[in-house]
């Protein structure tokens, strides 16, 4: 379990680090980029990723840390550590994320967050890895860099497949961007071993009128249950018509959640976490 | 002298601090990976990717061109003798299996080693594996006990007809068909259990080197058997066992899995020899899941008969173990079938009994003993069938067992084995007290009455530990383990130096050891250093497994130390002119047992080697003692009872443990603290069995598992807190009273989990015989009922 | 090509802080950070458990805080400072316990040993960033790592156990307040 061998790039900057990858792309050279390396090393000591060049980006400090924009959006640079975001305090990560902080404890295990990136994560494209059940729930945009210049690209059309985005391949994921807050946010999750990844994720976004408990709408997505994280709009549908929050809305949430997704393996079982995990993030939102 | 020692030293039944950790928590222990030697090259092995086919062509040319690599031979290069365990049992009984070191013509697993490529780093090496070309003739694999016995399967081995390398019914009494037709109740089980890795963390590992001074290959390797390893290596490259010396570094781990001899290790040492340049072989951990030794494949097909009372009548079982490509040495594929047959009615009372056990073979990686060997699948099935039994005749679960318990010793069961007595009844009274004064059966209650799902289940089992060789003769081995030896030497400064025929891999034995000596001899504690894993220093030694090391280890050790005590009392005696009687070893120093006179020890071996001329008359000079001991009868039984409480979950159908508590009975525990470890230790593999770990194959031969995302080894908030209550039936043969303690956790929790959790499932019907139990499972049974 | 670019086959001058020491290494870019550590440098207390990155025998602390050595190029750890077992310990030759270690060998929370390792940097990096750790926080980080010997309840309380020794040792700032 030694990886293959390839050729190291230690990238200066930003432009370098696009530039090697645009040069090495074009001359067949199979590029890829390390941040935090935590699935790519794995899965090059398996030798399952046989990259001939790395681009090592980890020295690229403007890429790291969380900023809110003025119009209140969080912007988290790529090479942001899971564990940065986990213990940012306030004045960094505002109260209306919280979600993404609490979020972070799903993510693997400390020493894995303590290396793991955020853009790491999103690049990667587990189908349910949590940053990237994050992206699609909370509308995240992506921005990528590449030798075309800046791209915005909305998470909903970010993930195509298992471990396959829109990311070009002579493309820097560079930033991560939740717009707006989502103060009544959960995400949970379900694995056989704690730390694992999910058999089945679910995410979701409450709109609460200010009574506190009213809710007026909201988001839903669930990962594990399709080749890429899904919003599952037949749950939004009930979640819009309204209604009080407590355990009535939240089994009718999931009860459609679980009705609405067809998994590819193991279907009966995963509709039925969806369902159960769907009413227990409901549950946590409500209680925010 | 059982439990009373020479000396008057109190260490034993003592939690003294370990000796072995302050290197191992600096950092500073010695792993068989931690070796380096000058010149030192790296192996890593070409295997086969296919589950069943014929080698067509071996091509290593171009793996030679592989920068980096030195040297790439494969089975005809070597030209290695095979590895092959036999019993000594008719061929309608047992068939051998040759295993090569490396496959010629034939492949039967995929990870089978086809070929070693040694290269100056492990990258080189693993470089040029991928360049060897092999052409396969693929042939139908057969991955399954009920495919391989099935008529016409393919044959894994063609001297192996119905590909069933062992076949015996024992212990049919007579009349038992007529018992199970009288019966008032006749319960039946069919149980299958999952194929597991023992998982040492330290995966195996081999260095070897030729060293021309000595003449001997010199062979580190990370295994709980030196000698045995030293015996087939000999073998295998025709050399004289005196030839080579087998160095057994700090072990991470065995478990069972090190104590059979590797084919690598023997790899590695030829290409060694014929490189004339040390290499070193460390497994990687899918190498370790795919191509090392499994264990715990079973599949049981069992009746039990009963009386109205709930007295078991008979037991009728059907045992099929799958052991996979070969016969392990020196086991062979014998061991889980025999183990299970002999040994199956346990700790309950049997008139009549019948057992045909199979060892099947499947293109599968082959299995090896692991902690429990058999115990944990056939205690699990034996304690479903009280729990089925109790259900149909109404009665509770624990009286039961109650009413079938061995209550006086000594007791010799209808399968022939006559056990020393220990606490069956007690053990399981005190877990149900534990369980019930802390109130889980009024929570049980209450929780079914919101609608949750709580379980209470127990296990109650013996192991049988410290076998001896009368003991293993039975299972007609080619090659009978059973003594062992030990050597205790003081050096000049009274210092005392303790070597055994053990194999310590985690269980202490620098500690309790040296605690046993050391009380023996009045010694303190820090004057006594053990010495295992070194071929040349014991003349022969079994190594470590079956809960043998302090049952007959430890009463080598303590006997060859009272030898060296009667010779210090001896001298202090002549030099006081009184009877030896009237000396008294420690604590600390020799004394006059009026207290009139001392001498220290360092004094005494001062004399005893620097000042000959004060020796006595015909006492010879040094400090020196050997002594062996063997297993008694059928050994020592060890006992316990566990209790588990469980919740299920509706919806993620995940089994939480919410108290776990182990009453257990090894006889003198020479140092608690290390036996509790053993316990929890244990009992966390045998939770792993029970809900977490399993290595499935599909119809091609692949196996599912090449890391821990897929072997899924449970953490911290998977394993609950166990608490253990000790119990004491001194063993009456053993030299210090102790039974063994290495295997009950992981026999004892696979059974009662699977009883709590069906225990929880009880209003849904549904009820589970298989392991691992899945979330995917539970959450389907739970689903259904409501 | 840059200077930071490293070909393949050809070897790498690393320069590493190790345990407070700047190593220089000759090594392939492709070499992780455990077998530099351990075949390069000769700190063989760093275990290899699986190669990826799931057990927990290869952490160490780079720049503080626990990380898998095994999931890294040594190329990536160069400018960090790595710690590793070798520098727990304490006294002229680091043999002699520190609280840490103490506590481990007190309640048993070793056998074998190969995990331990990585189990104290873990608990290292744990306390030295959350001092005030629950023992339930402290459970769910010790499930990091793999142990296949003690069915880590025994490391749970070591860690616990050392963490509230430390606690009592180091005045609260109240206490502190009270004094001055």
Known sequence: MKPAPFTYHRARDIDDATRLLSRLTDDGGDPRVLAGGQSLVAMMNYRLARPGHLIDIGRLTTLRGLRTGEDGALHIGALTTH?????????????????????????????????????????????????CLLAVLLDAVIVAQGPAGVRHIEAGDFFHGHYTTALGPDELLT??????????????????????????????????????????????????????????????????????????????????AAGAVDPPADAEYRRGLARTLVERAVRQAVAR | MSGRPGGTGRLVGTSVRRQEDPRLLTGRGRFTDDVHLPGMLYAHFVRSTV?????????????????????????ADLGLGDITARLDRPAGEFVPTAMPVLARDRVRFAGEPLAVVVARDPYAAEDGTEAAKVVHDTRPAVTRDTQALAPGAPLVHDAAAANTLLDVTMFATEGIDSVFDRAHCVVDVETRTGRQNALPLETR????????????LVLHTSTQVPHQVRTVAARCLGLDERAVRVLVPDMGGGFGLKCVVGREEIAVAAAALRLGRPVKWTEDRKEALTASFLAREQHYRVRAAFDAEGRMLGLDADIVCDMGAYSCYPFTAGIEPLMAAAEMPGVYRLPAYRARARAVTTNKAPSAPYRGVSRPQFVLVVERLFERAARELGLDPVEIRRRNLITEFPYTGVNNITYDPGSYRESLDLCERTLREEGWYA???????????????YACFSER?????????????????????AEVRMDTSGALTVTSGTMSHGQSHETTMAQIAADELGLPLEKVRLHQGDTERVAYGWGTFASRSIAVGGSAVRRAAAELGRKLRHLAAARWGVPPDEVVLGPGAVRRADGTAELSHTELARIAYLATHLLPEGMEPGLTATASFDG???????????????????GTGQVEILRYVCVEDCGVAVNPQVVEGQCRGGIAQGIAGALFEEITYDAQGEPSATGFMDYKVPTALEIPDVTVRHLETPCAFTETGAKGAGEGGTIGAPAAVLNAVNDALRPTGVELNDIPVTPQTIAHALEQHS | MTETTHRPAGQQLLGLTVNGERREVLAESRRTLVDVLRHDLGLTGTHVGCEHGICGACTVLVDGAPARACLMFAAQAEGCEIRTVEALGEGPDGRELGDLQQAFTEHHALQCGFCTPGFLMLAEGL??????????????????????????????????????????????????????
């Open chain 1, 83 to 131: 564990h940065a975001v986990e213990t940012a305090p306030d004045a960094v990560l505002a109260p209306g994320f919280t979600v993404l902080r609490d979020a972070m404890r799903w993510v693997g295990h400390l020493p894995i967050r303590t290396r793991g990136t955020v853009g790491g994560s999103l690049a990667h494209a587990d189908a349910t890895a949590e940053w």
């Open chain 1, 175 to 256: 930033e991560v961007v939740f717009p707006r807050p989502a103060p009544r946010a959960a995400l949970t999750e379900f694995a056989p071993r704690h730390g694992d990844f999910a058999t089945v994720s679910a995410a979701v976004d409450l709109d609460v009128a200010g009574d506190g408990h009213t809710v007026r709408g909201g988001r839903v997505a669930l990962g594990g249950v399709a080749a890429t994280p899904v919003r599952v709009p037949a749950a939004e549908a009930v979640l819009a018509r309204g209604g009080t929050a407590g355990p009535e809305l939240a089994s009718a949430v999931a009860r459609a």
């Open chain 2, 51 to 75: 589950a069943s086919g014929s080698v067509v062509s071996l091509d290593l040319s171009a793996v030679r061109e592989v920068p980096g690599v030195v040297a790439a031979f494969d089975a």
């Open chain 2, 205 to 216: 590992g081999a260095v070897a080197a030729w060293d021309d001074r000595d003449r001997q």
């Open chain 2, 443 to 457: 929570a049980r209650d209450t929780a079914a009455a919101e609608g949750r799902h709580l379980g209470i289940g």
């Open chain 2, 465 to 485: 530990t410290g076998y001896g060789s009368a003991a293993f003769a039975q299972r007609k081995m080619e090659v009978v383990p059973g003594f062992d030896l």
């Open chain 2, 632 to 650: 008694v009868g059928d050994g020592t039984f060890s006992n316990a009872t566990h209790g588990v409480v469980v919740e299920l979950h509706e």
């Open chain 3, 127 to 180: 306390l030295s960033e959350r001092p005030d750790a629950t023992k339930e926080e402290i459970r769910e980080v010790v499930a990091a790592n793999l142990c296949r010997c003690t069915g880590y309840q025994t490391i749970v309380e070591a860690v616990d156990a050392c963490a509230a020794r430390r606690r009592a040792a180091t005045p609260t700032p109240s206490e502190e307040d009270s004094c001055s």
